[in-house]
């Protein structure tokens, strides 16, 4: 398994403003992506972080809302640029462990724009 | 495309069994996933199916057939805490590594 810990785990923002989080994991991993979950609703997949690339983004998400790092193996930040309410939801780091074909999810950061 | 469905919500008693379905229509599979997450939380990982059968793992179970594009996870001896929502998973296709989730069930366990 993996421990993931992300960064902020709440915050409360206002329009026009950017957040960035962070995601740590303890292990190696192959890949790490980023969703969003709207409430009441599933994960929905930003993008996929690329170490030492740009990130491949899903259909109706794109780089300069959604910057993504990924300096490292372990390490990655998704930024929320220019927030507005809509963008109220949770975001979820997840990794797929090295070695192994299962995907972990991180605790998650809860999002709420004014 | 992928196309994954699941019940909305389903309810069961407290010490019986319940089987959540999962269907999915894709142009290839390479595995299928069951998370549970309760509300508030991050989604925690069940099961693993790749091939045909029944994968058994304590009190929860879940089946695959990749002929009919559908799977179903199993849990016995239902408890409160068993009350959460049930994500199924299924990996795109192409060589990617990449789950799409279906809608979720909710389950709600009652004494």
């Known amino acids: 398994s993996a421990v993931i810990s992300q960064k902020p785990s709440r915050d409360i923002c206002q329009r026009g403003t950017s957040l960035t989080i962070q995601c740590q994991v303890d292990?190696?991993?192959?890949?790490m992506f980023w969703y969003r979950q709207q409430p009441g609703q599933s994960l929905t997949l930003i993008a996929t972080?690329?170490?030492?690339?740009?990130?491949?983004?899903e259909s109706g998400f794109v780089i300069d809302k959604f910057p993504i790092s990924r300096p490292n193996l372990t390490f990655s930040t998704l930024t929320v640029s220019n927030m507005s309410p809509e963008d109220s939801s949770i975001y979820l780091c997840?990794?797929?462990?090295?070695?192994?074909?299962?995907?972990?999810f991180g605790p998650g950061t809860r999002l709420t724009v004014l | 495309g992928q196309n994954i469905d699941q019940p909305t919500e389903m309810t069961a008693t407290e010490g019986a069994i319940v089987q959540i379905n999962c269907t999915y229509q894709t142009s290839g599979f390479n595995g299928l996933f069951w998370y549970q997450q309760h509300a508030g939380e991050a989604p925690t990982f069940l099961s693993y199916?790749?091939?045909?059968g029944l994968e058994e793992k304590g009190r929860f179970s879940s089946f695959l057939s990749r002929s009919k594009g559908y799977s179903y996870l199993l849990l016995k001896e239902l408890q409160m805490k068993d009350s959460a929502s049930y994500l199924c998973a299924v990996i795109r296709p192409g060589g990617s590594y990449i789950p799409t989730f279906g809608r979720g069930t909710s389950l709600i366990v009652h004494p």
């Open positions: 292990s190696q991993v192959t890949m």
């Open positions: 199916n790749v091939l045909d």
């Open positions: 997840s990794v797929v462990v090295r070695f192994t074909d299962t995907q972990y």
């Open positions: 972080a690329n170490q030492g690339s740009e990130a491949t983004y």
